[in-house]
């Protein structure tokens, strides 16, 4: 963690995706395990969604935003942010909405749709979407 730095400070959600992405940059190697090494409970708060939430992953996505335009994958990521926040909201037809403007300006997904669509379509329509495309 001192490599990498501390938490964003700025804002309220997404601090752990922006650590992520920071220590991806730099070089280091996530691993995964078969096994929970914490537990998480839920608490309901005002900051863990709706506004403070897509607030906070559009800040994390402008924050990288040079890395995102290097992939060609910012206004995607812009859109993904939208469409989870609609999606959260119980907005479908606005999730859906933004997840194709998502797919559309970010077109390597459309690969990814293709080969997971019924589980895709799944995701979108029934569950919150949370994937961040960096």
């Known amino acids: 963690m001192e490599y990498v730095g501390p938490f964003e400070t700025r804002v309220r959600r997404a601090e752990d995706i922006d650590f992520v992405v920071r220590a991806g940059l730099m070089g280091a190697h996530f691993v995964a395990v078969d096994q929970p090494l914490i537990t998480q409970y839920l608490v309901a708060r005002s900051y863990k969604a709706g506004q403070v939430e897509l607030d906070s992953k559009l800040f994390v996505v ?73």
């Open 62 to 134: 402008r924050k990288h935003k040079d890395y995102l335009q290097s992939k060609g994958a910012y206004a995607g990521a812009l859109a993904m942010a939208r469409a989870h926040f609609w999606g959260e909201r119980g907005h479908r037809a606005r999730r859906w909405l933004w997840y194709l403007i998502a797919l559309a300006v970010y077109p390597n997904d459309w690969k990814v749709m293709r080969i997971k669509s019924s589980r895709i379509y799944r995701s979108v329509m029934n569950t919150p979407v949370s994937l961040v495309m960096f």
